[in-house]
């Protein structure tokens, strides 16, 4: 079956580094989603296990076989690509017949599992028409299609998504997920959208600068992210930081407008940042204790959420995501932040996580004015 | 503060929108005087007999004696099967060899692609004359001397590099991503270049095939050097030999009638592939 085993892969173009020793283990069946800013690499990963993209260092096995040097052509896997790069020339049924083809396989057997595939993703009336005459969903379901019927143990998806419009991405988003229960087959998928890392993946990896940052579900990824970049990539709107200083005696640190953490483990003095999910934020009136203060600057009413946003007394713009409706401020009146410690988030000089939810009390929070 | 411009009626909009259409319209009526004028006049000289043939006149007399005669001549007829020969040949090998190169220049990453492409335009920036001696010599060794078969071998040389180039780039300008979309369903490079490239490079093909058979078809330098008899010429050189009754009579009516006659088939193939043409001349300069 179908795992895929990366073991320290580099990919350099020229000087610039893509890849730096990414070790990695997909298991069989399982979805796994990359996911990371534009440039740090998933795709160029992707493409190394598709074998379209040559590995500079290190070795790529699939199913337990090495393939490091095996051509994409030979590797069995299926690709399905951002632009779908469906022949233009061919209609759908070519298109999605072409690779049988290619293997010499009977028509008899390419008809059968043509319409299998046609009716699995309901393109049957579609057969005939070119490329061109398709919508971008109707697209997508054909690349998906050419995926499917030369039936890999593999799937590859390169950002399969990004091409389509908010109402049909959803559409999509859950086809492939339901693909992927029918299937059963081990798929990996690219994406920039964190929305579809967390709804598709079975475990998400993040990606920044050509090395993985975290491996984790989804769960684990948001609740417990090891550093600030992870802290920082999941959510929507992301998490809010700020610096916090340890005062002269170290048992206590010091946030902004007089926010105070006692230090009661010895890890906890070693934060430099302080993070907190718009989430976890309540907006109370300035003059509650145990708040701090900060100027409302508006609010976006989304319908079923509202977005604060909060500027602080050292001038950071913080969000506040609430469900229930936040009280109309004007912009510019007075208002206070509270929250729980166990909803903290604490950060070390080198910007890895430290881990309050091991200590057996959370710090307390105090304000003092 | 309010923009310092002058604001006309609609009507005045209409009017100056309308002048200026009329004027687009009159300019490519000139244009189109320009080239096609010569042609109308050798289709009218060539209708004319000889006596009428200094009087002037706007239209066509239809007096198809030239013709007639044209077409009596066996130098002639010989002349235009030895251009089809000459002119079909160079273009196909070239288009194959240069489709086969276009693919290797244009897509295989390889260090010396460049330099290559380089060479190959450098190529084609030497003028004929420069080639002549050389190229004389070398169809003299491999004793292609006075066969159409010389002509072939040579217009490659004009013809290479620039279906080479043209191609090139068109196939650069292909995405890359059909091309991994290929390799994943497990297509060799061949079988790429035959079923996913070559069936979308159908402009490109037609319109620098096209350009080929017309630079191989009008070619004269090199038709004149390497062909020494009448019955192995091509259609440029025997017309530029055709004699009249006398040596003194140069036979004006037959020379315009054979100049229409082999405008034709290139007329035609420009016609039939006038689509793909537009296409294909455009593609290769800006991803459109």
């Known amino acids: 079956m179908a795992s895929v085993t990366l073991k320290e892969v580099s990919k350099s173009f020229g000087a610039y580094d893509v890849l730096r020793s990414i070790d990695l283990a997909v298991e069989d069946g399982e979805f796994l989603v990359f996911v990371g800013p534009s440039g740090c690499g998933k795709s160029t990963l992707l493409r190394v296990i598709a074998g379209l993209v040559p590995v500079s260092k290190g070795t790529v096995s699939i199913g337990g076989n090495e393939v490091t040097d095996v051509p994409a052509s030979k590797r069995g896997v299926a690709f399905v690509f951002q632009s779908y790069a469906l022949y233009p020339h061919m209609n759908v049924a070519r298109n999605i017949s072409f690779a049988l083809e290619t293997a010499r396989m009977t028509k008899a057997e390419i008809g059968r599992r043509l319409t299998k595939v046609a009716e699995m993703l309901k393109i049957g009336h579609l057969l005939d028409r070119k490329p061109k005459q398709l919508s971008g969903g109707q697209r997508q379901r054909v690349a998906i299609g050419r995926a499917l019927v030369s039936q890999p143990k593999l799937f590859l998806f390169d950002e399969p998504l990004s091409n389509l419009d908010a109402d049909l991405r959803m559409e999509m988003r859950f086809e492939i997920a339901k693909l992927h229960s029918e299937v059963g087959a081990t798929m990996i998928y690219v994406t920039h959208d964190q929305t579809e890392a967390m709804t598709l993946a079975d475990r998400i990896v993040i990606l920044n600068h050509g090395s993985i940052e975290q491996i984790g579900t989804p769960r684990e990824l948001y609740d417990h992210p090891v550093n600030r970049f992870v802290a920082g990539f999941l959510g929507s709107p992301r998490m809010n930081f700020t610096s916090v200083e340890s005062d002269e005696t170290g048992s206590t640190l010091i946030g902004p407008d007089g926010f105070k953490l006692s230090a009661n483990h010895a890890s906890v003095r070693q934060a430099v940042t302080l993070g907190i999910r718009p989430e976890a934020l309540e907006i109370v009136s300035s003059d509650s204790s145990n708040c701090i203060k900060g100027i409302f600057e508006r609010v976006e009413d989304l319908g079923y959420e509202q977005i604060a946003y909060i500027r602080l007394s050292n001038n950071t713009i913080w969000t506040v995501r609430s469900a229930g409706a936040i009280p109309a401020y004007d912009s510019g009146s007075k208002i206070g932040l509270r929250w729980k410690s166990e909803d903290l988030y604490l950060f070390d000089g080198k910007d890895q996580s430290i881990r309050i939810e091991s200590f057996p009390q959370p710090p307390a929070i105090e304000v003092v004015r | ?288």
């Open chain 2, 1 to 288: 503060m309010a923009r310092k411009s002058q604001h006309y009626s609609n009507s005045t909009y209409r009017k100056l929108r309308f002048l200026k259409r009329a004027g687009l319209y009159f300019g490519v009526l000139m244009v189109l005087a320009y080239m096609l004028f010569p042609y109308y006049w050798a289709i009218i000289s060539s209708t004319k007999t000889p006596e009428n043939l200094y009087s002037f006149s706007l239209l066509p007399s239809l007096n198809f004696g030239n013709y007639i005669s044209l077409f009596h001549n066996p130098i002639f007829i010989g002349a235009i099967l030895n251009s089809a020969f000459v002119a079909f040949s160079s273009s196909l090998i070239s288009l194959v060899v240069s489709i086969l190169a276009a693919y290797a220049l244009g897509r295989m990453n390889f260090r010396l692609s460049r330099m290559v492409l380089i060479c190959v335009l450098m190529i084609s920036v030497f003028p004929q004359v420069v080639v002549l001696s050389g190229m004389f010599e070398v169809i003299g060794w491999l004793g292609l001397y006075n066969r159409p078969t010389a002509l072939v071998f040579s217009y490659l040389l004009l013809v290479l590099p620039f279906t080479t180039w043209v191609l090139t780039s068109f196939i650069r300008d292909l995405p890359q991503e059909l091309e991994e979309a290929a390799l994943i369903d497990g297509c060799s490079r061949f079988r790429i270049l035959t079923h996913v490239l070559l069936p979308l490079m159908g402009p490109a093909i037609a319109s620098t095939g096209l350009l080929a058979f017309i630079l191989s078809w009008n070619e004269f330098l090199f038709a004149l050097t390497f062909i020494l008899t009448d019955e192995n010429r091509t259609v440029p050189v025997a017309m530029g030999l055709l004699t009249g009754s006398s040596r003194y009579e140069y036979p004006f009516g037959q020379v315009m009638a054979a100049s229409v006659t082999v405008t034709l088939p290139l007329l035609i193939l420009v016609l039939i592939f006038q689509r793909k043409i537009v296409s294909g001349l455009t593609a290769g300069a800006v991803k459109g």
